[in-house]
């Protein structure tokens, strides 16, 4: 059970209505979380068939997994995620914050509380994965991990961290669930005791799509070994 009623006293909530490559949204994630002052929670969507694939994995691995896909590397960790037709979503924590400092394993499993609490509103039989549930692959929906989600033995939320010097970046994804066009609200409620709508400057799109150019679209980026 969690320790905390809200994990945030106030959080930003970012509808980004653009629809981007992968690049650009990856890029998007890192220019948030070096320039957010509160928790930001952002729910963006994909131009184009995107599979998006952990920092370490191994790019030949994916690519003969997802063969003919547009292929993207996160910041993040975790395995491969097809992003089809999912509820995609980042939280951004800045240094500062208090919830930063939680190790990996307490901070997944405080966000993913909240979300099962969110989605329980709208499902039933949303459960969290225990020791000795887990699968292991490269393929995050076919590999639940501990505190992921699943509903009926099938894996509805998994997600991956990365840790900086300027904040914590929490990249999710929903799948296997038709949710309604105001969840960013509710998921909102659970993490926030506050919520208030963002809006970007215009240097945050600009920025993006430098950092798009500059790293997470290139070959060196999207190759690494």
Not at 113 to 138: H, M, N, T
Request: proline letters at 4%.
């Amino acid at each position: 059970m969690s320790v905390f009623s809200h994990l945030f006293s106030g959080i930003d909530l970012f509808e980004d209505a653009r629809v981007e490559q992968g690049p650009v949204q990856m890029a998007t994630d890192e220019v948030l979380l070096g320039s957010i002052e509160r928790p930001l929670l952002r729910h963006f969507r994909w131009q184009g068939s995107w599979v998006s694939f952990g920092y370490s994995q191994k790019w030949n691995d994916i690519e003969q997994a997802f063969p003919r896909r547009q292929l993207v590397r996160r910041w993040s960790g975790g395995g491969a995620v097809d992003h089809s037709e999912d509820w995609t979503f980042s939280l951004l924590v800045p240094l500062t914050h208090p919830f930063r400092r939680l190790s990996a394993a307490a901070s997944y499993y405080e966000i993913h509380l909240c979300l099962k609490a969110a989605l329980s509103q709208l499902f039933e039989g949303i459960q969290q994965v225990a020791k000795g549930e887990e699968r292991l692959g490269p393929q995050c929906f076919l590999s639940p991990r501990c505190n992921d989600l699943w509903r009926n033995g099938v894996k509805v939320v998994g997600g991956a961290q990365k840790r900086t010097q300027t904040g914590l970046l929490h990249q999710g994804s929903i799948q296997n669930l038709i949710l309604p066009s105001s969840f960013i609200s509710v998921f909102g409620s659970h993490l926030a005791a506050r919520t208030n709508f963002f809006v970007p400057s215009e240097s945050i799109g600009k920025e993006s799509v430098k950092l798009s150019e500059k790293r997470y679209g290139t070959q060196e980026w999207l190759k690494k070994t």
